[in-house]
């Protein structure tokens, strides 16, 4: 980017007004008195790559990629992570000073690091997880557990051929456990996590049995509308520690904003009272 140009960034899918991102980039960028802006675009699946090839000749360093594209980008890039790699998705894209487009996947970073602000004293080593739902948001999760250190990830998935094919891919440290005996594994974790969109606002209830939850069992939920869910309600009155969904959108923004603006921005209760606004 030339000298003194005002860098752009964004976030791109479709469709996209949903997005927090806007105002959690917005936030920081104005907390800090950075130069910048950063946009939501919803483009068209047959538009995405030539997007991608022009955005940087209009002054965007990078952009943040939500559904359906987190997968298709990786055909596009010309350098990807090791982590995206293993996930199969990106959800943050550098460009390059020398033209290329460098993909990679914060959602493993961002779920790791609000466990660990919100519930410091999570130790994964601990014992097995189990992990509900085996979509892409499953991927990354389970992708830093095995890198977390967990020892054991029991995945169940309400299609079976989702969850086989995760445990194909990660390997042996998954173990693949029926959608209907999920309540029966409860009391055998120390962590649990909802990764599917049960639960969420205009969505069913997440149907699991949770009686056998044990008080140490650290329990968390990606969705984050409502930010308590009934799985997080229900752990909380069984005492465990429990983790909302929130954070991880919050931290998995880290890396992009900072290589992007040059700046490492701060995750606090502010930063989640605006973006909740």
């Not at 999570?122 to 992708?143: N, S």
């Not at 020892?151 to 959608?179: C, Q």
């Not at 991880?248 to 923004?253: E, F, I, R, V, Y």
Request: glycine share 10%; net charge positive.
């Amino acid at each position: 980017m030339t000298a003194n140009r005002i860098p752009l960034a964004g976030v791109i899918g479709s469709p996209i007004a949903h997005s927090k991102s806007p105002q959690l980039h917005g936030y920081w960028l104005r907390k800090y008195g950075l130069p910048g802006y950063y946009i939501p675009m919803e483009i068209a699946a047959d538009k995405l790559e030539s997007a991608l090839k022009t955005l940087p000749e209009l002054g965007f360093v990078g952009v943040n990629v939500t559904i359906p594209y987190k997968e298709k980008v990786l055909e596009i890039a010309d350098l990807i992570t090791d982590r995206a790699a293993v996930i199969g998705a990106a959800n943050t894209l550098i460009f390059r000073s020398d033209g290329k487009i460098h993909a990679d996947n914060t959602d493993g970073y961002g779920f790791i690091a609000n466990l660990r602000q919100k519930a410091p004293t999570w130790e994964p080593k601990a014992g097995p997880a189990v992990v509900l739902g085996a979509g892409g948001a499953a991927r990354a999760i389970v992708a830093s557990l095995i890198e977390a250190g967990c020892p054991e990830i029991w995945i169940t998935n309400r299609t079976r051929a989702r969850a086989d094919k995760l445990r194909e891919d990660f390997g042996k440290r998954l173990s693949v456990i029926e959608w209907v005996q999920a309540g029966n594994v409860m009391e055998d974790a120390a962590t649990v996590v909802n990764t599917t969109s049960l639960g969420m606002v205009g969505k069913p209830e997440l149907r699991v049995p949770l009686d056998g939850l044990r008080p140490t069992t650290l329990v968390t939920d990606i969705v984050y509308t409502p930010l308590e869910t009934k799985l997080l309600k229900t752990a909380r009155e069984i005492g465990c520690p429990t983790v909302d969904g929130l954070g991880m959108l919050l931290h998995q923004a880290v890396p992009g904003f900072e290589r992007w603006f040059n700046k490492r921005p701060e995750v606090d209760d502010a930063l989640r009272a605006a973006v909740l606004r």
